[in-house]
Nanobody
Framework: QVHLEYSGGGLVQPGGSLNLSCTVSGFAISQYLMSWYHRAPGAERELVASINSWAEPTHYSDSAYGRFTIMRDNAKNAAYLQMNNLKSEDTGTYYC??????????WGNGTLVTVSS
């Protein structure tokens, strides 16, 4: 059974930083593209960043570019999103995604980020 365990979310002031983690169990991620998505309150999930199996970032959204860094550790079966200079519009739930036919629709509960003073 594939399970995505999240950590690192929370309440932070504008300009602050958070480091999100997504640890996967029940499925080896090493061969697959991984992505982070953001769902703002009342909105659809949107792609934030992606990283290939060689740990090379392949995509950042315009909003994330220059502020966020996507990383992965295949040995730990985990992906990370370092978020700096957070803004109120970054508020929402963050999810990671395994780009495999088998696990692509498994999202888990995500991790909530609230940026507020």
């Amino acid at each position: 059974q594939v399970h995505l365990e999240y950590s690192g979310g929370g309440l932070v002031q504008p300009g602050g930083s958070l480091n999100l983690s997504c640890t996967v169990s029940g499925f080896a991620i090493s061969q697959y593209l991984m992505s982070w998505y953001h769902r703002a309150p009342g909105a659809e999930r949107e792609l934030v960043a992606s990283i290939n199996s060689w740990a090379e970032p392949t995509h950042y959204s315009d909003s994330a570019y220059g502020r966020f860094t996507i990383m992965r550790d295949n040995a730990k079966n985990a992906a990370y999103l370092q978020m700096n200079n957070l803004k109120s519009e970054d508020t929402g739930t963050y999810y990671c995604r395994i780009h495999s036919a088998f696990a692509a629709n498994i999202w888990g509960n995500g991790t909530l980020v609230t940026v507020s003073s």
